[in-house]
């Protein structure tokens, strides 16, 4: 993969199921409805989106203080040597830093008028 594509999405997806949704539906109210049948106000939407996002980087975060372990798991065992285990850990502990303000940001307030 040479980068990521940061176009505008084709669709959404269904936080229930990850399948796609239909175009906001008005009647009898506004909502987004899937496939398999789920149907989500546009509050609930935005509520599982974030929901969704927390679980996923929270998820990602972990991979990266694992891989930090298995660097210094490695490096004990004599498989890597010292310093790459040292700078391999070191990177893995700075991205899940990261990705742990990211976690603890917080978003703007759904509007109450959807």
């Known amino acids: 993969m040479t980068g ?18 239909f175009p906001m539906i008005a009647e009898p109210a506004p909502h987004f409805e899937c496939h398999i049948g789920h149907r989500l106000s546009p509050e609930t939407m935005m509520d599982s989106q974030l929901k969704r996002l927390e679980v996923s980087l929270s998820a990602v975060m972990v991979v990266m203080k694992e891989r930090a372990e298995l660097c210094r798991q490695l490096e004990e065992s004599g498989l890597i040597d010292r310093e790459t285990a040292i700078k391999m850990a070191a990177e893995s502990d700075e991205r899940a830093r990261e990705i742990k303000k990211l976690l603890e940001l917080s978003w703007m307030p759904i509007p109450a008028e959807l």
Request: net charge neutral; with cysteine.
């Open 4 to 21: 990521y594509n940061m176009q505008r999405p084709y669709t959404i997806t269904c936080p229930e199921c990850g399948v796609a949704l």
